[in-house]
Nanobody, 127 residues
Framework: QPQLVESGGGLVEPGGSRRLSCTVS????????IGWFRQAPGKEREGVSY????????KYEASVKGRFTISRDDAKNTVYLQMESLKPEDTAIYYC????????????????????WGQGTQVTVSS
Protein backbone atom coordinates (compact mmCIF):
# COMPACT_ATOMS: atom_id res chain seq x y z
CA GLN A 1 0.00 0.00 0.00
CA PRO A 2 1.41 3.43 -0.89
CA GLN A 3 2.63 5.61 1.94
CA LEU A 4 3.08 9.36 2.02
CA VAL A 5 5.09 11.28 4.58
CA GLU A 6 5.07 15.08 4.84
CA SER A 7 7.90 17.11 6.30
CA GLY A 8 9.08 20.69 6.43
CA GLY A 9 6.44 22.30 8.59
CA GLY A 10 7.21 24.72 11.40
CA LEU A 11 6.91 28.28 12.60
CA VAL A 12 7.54 31.04 10.09
CA GLU A 13 7.08 34.80 10.25
CA PRO A 14 4.59 36.59 8.00
CA GLY A 15 6.16 37.24 4.63
CA GLY A 16 8.51 34.31 5.05
CA SER A 17 8.99 31.14 3.04
CA ARG A 18 8.80 27.43 3.69
CA ARG A 19 9.16 24.30 1.58
CA LEU A 20 7.08 21.25 2.35
CA SER A 21 8.03 17.80 1.11
CA CYS A 22 5.87 14.77 0.48
CA THR A 23 7.91 11.58 0.18
CA VAL A 24 6.06 8.74 -1.53
CA SER A 25 6.69 5.02 -1.31
CA UNK A 26 4.87 1.88 -2.31
CA UNK A 27 3.82 2.82 -5.82
CA UNK A 28 5.14 0.35 -8.41
CA UNK A 29 5.84 3.17 -10.85
CA UNK A 30 5.73 6.95 -11.03
CA UNK A 31 2.12 6.91 -12.24
CA UNK A 32 0.67 8.76 -9.29
CA UNK A 33 -0.84 12.21 -8.93
CA ILE A 34 -0.48 14.25 -5.76
CA GLY A 35 -2.57 16.89 -4.10
CA TRP A 36 -1.77 19.22 -1.24
CA PHE A 37 -4.59 20.06 1.16
CA ARG A 38 -4.73 21.99 4.41
CA GLN A 39 -6.96 22.30 7.43
CA ALA A 40 -6.97 25.33 9.67
CA PRO A 41 -8.32 25.22 13.24
CA GLY A 42 -12.11 25.19 13.22
CA LYS A 43 -12.31 24.99 9.44
CA GLU A 44 -12.91 22.27 6.89
CA ARG A 45 -10.06 20.81 4.92
CA GLU A 46 -9.45 22.63 1.66
CA GLY A 47 -7.42 22.04 -1.47
CA VAL A 48 -4.22 23.97 -2.05
CA SER A 49 -2.46 22.65 -5.14
CA TYR A 50 -2.36 19.56 -7.36
CA UNK A 51 0.12 17.97 -9.75
CA UNK A 52 -0.22 15.29 -12.41
CA UNK A 53 2.01 12.23 -12.70
CA UNK A 54 3.98 13.88 -15.51
CA UNK A 55 4.42 17.09 -13.55
CA UNK A 56 3.15 19.14 -16.47
CA UNK A 57 -0.37 19.43 -15.14
CA UNK A 58 -0.67 21.70 -12.10
CA LYS A 59 -3.29 23.85 -10.48
CA TYR A 60 -3.39 26.28 -7.58
CA GLU A 61 -6.35 27.44 -5.59
CA ALA A 62 -7.01 31.18 -5.66
CA SER A 63 -5.86 31.71 -2.08
CA VAL A 64 -2.30 30.58 -2.87
CA LYS A 65 -1.90 31.28 -6.58
CA GLY A 66 1.20 33.31 -7.27
CA ARG A 67 2.69 32.51 -3.87
CA PHE A 68 2.96 28.69 -3.82
CA THR A 69 4.68 26.40 -6.32
CA ILE A 70 4.16 22.66 -6.59
CA SER A 71 6.78 20.42 -8.19
CA ARG A 72 7.98 16.85 -8.20
CA ASP A 73 11.30 15.04 -8.31
CA ASP A 74 10.59 11.46 -9.31
CA ALA A 75 14.22 10.46 -8.77
CA LYS A 76 13.64 11.23 -5.09
CA ASN A 77 9.99 10.08 -5.00
CA THR A 78 9.16 13.49 -3.59
CA VAL A 79 6.63 16.22 -4.31
CA TYR A 80 7.34 19.71 -3.01
CA LEU A 81 5.21 22.68 -2.08
CA GLN A 82 7.27 25.86 -2.06
CA MET A 83 5.44 28.52 -0.10
CA GLU A 84 6.37 32.19 -0.39
CA SER A 85 4.96 35.41 1.09
CA LEU A 86 3.27 33.46 3.83
CA LYS A 87 0.33 35.00 5.65
CA PRO A 88 -1.19 34.21 9.06
CA GLU A 89 -4.20 32.76 7.25
CA ASP A 90 -1.91 30.10 5.76
CA THR A 91 -1.60 28.60 9.22
CA ALA A 92 -2.89 25.03 9.03
CA ILE A 93 -2.00 21.38 9.02
CA TYR A 94 -0.84 20.57 5.51
CA TYR A 95 -1.52 17.13 4.05
CA CYS A 96 -0.38 15.49 0.86
CA UNK A 97 -2.55 12.89 -0.78
CA UNK A 98 -1.88 10.44 -3.58
CA UNK A 99 -3.72 8.38 -6.14
CA UNK A 100 -2.95 6.34 -9.21
CA UNK A 101 -3.09 8.49 -12.32
CA UNK A 102 -4.65 7.04 -15.46
CA UNK A 103 -3.59 9.98 -17.58
CA UNK A 104 -0.14 11.54 -17.24
CA UNK A 105 -1.49 15.06 -17.66
CA UNK A 106 -4.43 14.87 -15.28
CA UNK A 107 -4.49 16.35 -11.80
CA UNK A 108 -7.25 15.74 -9.29
CA UNK A 109 -8.86 18.49 -7.23
CA UNK A 110 -11.28 16.68 -4.96
CA UNK A 111 -10.06 15.20 -1.70
CA UNK A 112 -12.47 12.33 -2.28
CA UNK A 113 -10.42 11.23 -5.28
CA UNK A 114 -7.40 10.47 -3.12
CA UNK A 115 -7.30 7.15 -1.24
CA UNK A 116 -3.87 7.65 0.34
CA TRP A 117 -2.95 10.40 2.78
CA GLY A 118 0.01 11.45 4.84
CA GLN A 119 -0.17 12.27 8.53
CA GLY A 120 0.14 16.02 8.00
CA THR A 121 2.66 18.68 8.96
CA GLN A 122 1.86 21.84 10.91
CA VAL A 123 2.66 25.23 9.41
CA THR A 124 2.23 28.23 11.69
CA VAL A 125 2.64 31.75 10.33
CA SER A 126 3.06 34.17 13.19
CA SER A 127 5.33 36.92 14.44
Amino acid sequence: QPQLVESGGGLVEPGGSRRLSCTVSGYPSMDYAIGWFRQAPGKEREGVSYISSSGFGTKYEASVKGRFTISRDDAKNTVYLQMESLKPEDTAIYYCAGRTAFNVGTYYESEYEYPYWGQGTQVTVSS
